[in-house]
């Protein structure tokens, strides 16, 4: 699949109305822009250069996008580093098993869903690109909630995620892509706290077949820590439904204090990418095998379970 | 097999006027004939006009006398605006379509149908798959406009399909065209000075340049290529990307006020904007083109940011935010905030 790409400003150097940023490289590249200072310019300078190019990029609309909505400059330039520090210093993620991550080529990453809000696909997404040495984006596969409520909708395709159906999951995936998927879905985000790193059901094992006709292999990821920070103690089940959400959280401190219970519990994390499972074997047929599929499915959920409560007992504390 | 003598219908209309001057070069074509309601105003080239009105039997006397072979529906419209309504596009789309078919089914001659559909007869909704191949079904099927009626006619169309296998039908599904000559409901809109979006709604939009489009009706009609295609540039824009490259500024209504700003908009004239219109400014949509490219042989153009492009610098919109007067605003910026450093 081709990427989408800002083709039209080339070939129009006769135009009077030719902007000079054609001239720049691809977005991203943002030392290269006309607005960089010299060379000996200092560490703050080249940085707000950066970040001028970047709001110059932002306000002439010159950034890739593609078929999926994705925005890698927006995500590369204002999304991760927001994450960041809450990666870095807030929760001080431990990622392991990034070896088990190809480097090129596409992969499925199927996670365990928990924490109220879906902080642990964000952290995923920081964890794969600042850690893994391709730098890779994570492609998510969203809940259809997600594409109707206005803001988290348009945020959610920019920072690379996607309706989670197998059309676009295996569009993805045979582009070449790592795509994420979290298949306990709300049954999972929104468990009560008393049943934290218990999995819920795995959806309808759909991800595996779209694995299967990819032929990419699955990658189980195990994500200990997010299960404590909106410790959901109760939930609002009239409302919500009224609402149209899958449920209205309480947690310890919220609704009690108010904002200030929207803070998640500094907890401590570690996410865990497992031994992946090879599928391009079995073929894509595999995916009308409705056996097999079960098979596979159950074997990432056990896989994603043990490695849950081996994390769980080698952790010293939630919070440290 | 070649088509000899062609009809099209909807000549007088920008789309159908520029086919049948482009088919007015093909030597093969032996007659050419346009049909419209009012006579074109554009050059068309050597096509006789035919001043009729597809949803009068009329049409079925027109074919017949004239053994027409290869058909090229055209007149299937966006917009109730300047048809006299919606009362009057529908009877236009669908009744036209439905005695055109007619028409074509009875007479032994016609050997091919080309139509001119659109995508928008996926629908859009949240629902939706980033792109859409011939063979998906829409989310939630259309159920007003111009989207609408599109899916009667190709209901009809493959209709006549299955009534007539000996006829070739190909069915084309534009994407919203673009381009720095057509005037469409959408080129008005990014020509507004103020754009207005659905607040906290960014769409992923995908247009098909007219000359591409052209290029695919053309090959339509000089070869054979029987099925649906979708027809479209590479890659979407997102409609606050899009606006910005219009140098145009936005304002984001909130969804239930919207469909009042649509119907205050629609009452002006200025632009039209129907339900369906709405929902597709709030999740868009986005097809795949790989059968086009395998079956025609062609990669269009221009891709959708090189067909928007080429709109915002063809018809001379004037840039309210100027790329380089912020670029300035940057260096002084930037020198202030280096002198500050070394300060």
Known sequence: MPEARVIPLDGRSESPRRRKSDKAPPAGDAVLDPVAPPAEASDLERKLAGALAFVRRRITGDYPIDDFGFDSDLTDSLILPVLRPLYEKYFRIEARGMGNVPSSGGALIVANHSGTVPVDSAMTTVALHDHHPAKRHLRMLAADLVFTLPIVAPAARK???????????????KAGELVGVWPEGFKGIGKPYRER????????????SAALRAGVPIIPCSIVGAEEIYPLVGNIPTLARALGLPYIPITPFFPLLGPLGLLPLPSKWIIEFGEPIETDKIGPEGADDPMLVFNLTDQVRETIQQTLYKLLLARRSVFF | MSARVVLVTGVSRYLGGRLAAELSANPSIERLIGVDVVPPRTDVGRTEFVRADIRNPIIAKVIASAQVDTVVHMSVIATPFGAGGRTAMKEINVIGT????????????????????????????????????????????PRSGYAKDSVEVEGYVRGLGRRRPDVDVTLLRFANFIGPSIDTPLTRYFSLPVVPTVLGFDPRLQFVHVDDGLEVLRRAVAEDHRGTFNVAGDGVLLLSQAIRRAGRTSFGFPSPAVSLVGSMFRRTGLVDFSPEQLAFLQFG????????????????????????????????????????????????????AGGVARA
Do not use: H
């Not at chain 1, 920072?159 to 995936?173: I, K, P, V, Y």
């Not at chain 2, 005695?99 to 016609?110: D, F, G, N, R, T």
């Not at chain 2, 795949?288 to 610098?313: K, M, Q």
């Open chain 1, 197 to 208: 790193y218990k999995l819920q059901r795995f959806g309808r094992g759909g991800f595996v």
């Open chain 2, 285 to 336: 949509r986005g097809v795949d083109t790989t059968r086009l490219r395998a079956d025609f042989g062609y990669e269009p153009r221009f891709d959708t940011a090189g067909a928007f492009e080429d709109f915002v610098v063809g018809t001379g919109l004037s840039r309210i935010i100027d790329p380089d007067r912020i670029e300035a605003v940057g260096r002084t910026a930037l020198a202030l």
């Open chain 2, 98 to 141: 439905m005695q055109l078919l007619a028409a074509c089914q009875k007479a032994p001659s016609v050997r091919k149908l080309v139509v001119k559909s659109t995508t928008a007869v996926y629908g859009s909704s949240s629902r939706d798959p980033a792109l859409f191949t011939e063979n998906m079904e829409p989310r939630g099927l």
């Open chain 1, 159 to 173: 920072s690379g995620a996607t309706l989670a159906c197998n059309e676009d999951a295996e569009r993805l995936m």
